[in-house]
Nanobody
């Protein structure tokens, strides 16, 4: 299995930007489709974005389309989530996830999860 560690979260004002990073170790990241999810207090974990093993296809939840961009650098075993035009509704713990077999990555088919990184957007 792959081990995932997220970083890059923090406190940002509405309209600002953050870039989250997910470092993969244990197995080559290029073996996995990858996804980002988030969980706000009192809510279920929800899908944000996903990317294929090669990075040739991406998919986003409607609420972040045009604002967030998922990307990957397989040479560095890294996956990123660039978040622009942040809103208070984006406040959540963000999780990186990996699926060896399935794309898009979903909560049910993910094989591995990171520990999460907190993103707080102040209005």
């Amino acid at each position: 299995q792959v081990q995932l560690v997220e970083s890059g979260g923090g406190l940002v004002q509405a309209g600002g930007s953050l870039r989250l990073s997910c470092a993969a170790s244990g197995r080559t990241a290029s073996s996995y489709h990858m996804g980002w999810f988030r969980q706000a207090p009192g809510k279920e974990r929800e899908f944000v974005a996903t990317i294929t093993r090669t990075g040739d296809s991406t998919y986003y939840t409607d609420s972040v389309k045009g604002r967030f961009t998922i990307s990957r650098d397989n040479a560095k075993n890294m996956v990123y989530l660039q978040m622009n035009s942040l809103k208070s509704g984006d406040t959540a713990v963000y999780y990186c996830a990996a699926s060896a077999a399935y794309y898009p990555v979903t909560r049910r088919n993910a094989d591995s999860w990171g520990q999460g990184t907190q993103v707080t957007v102040s209005s």
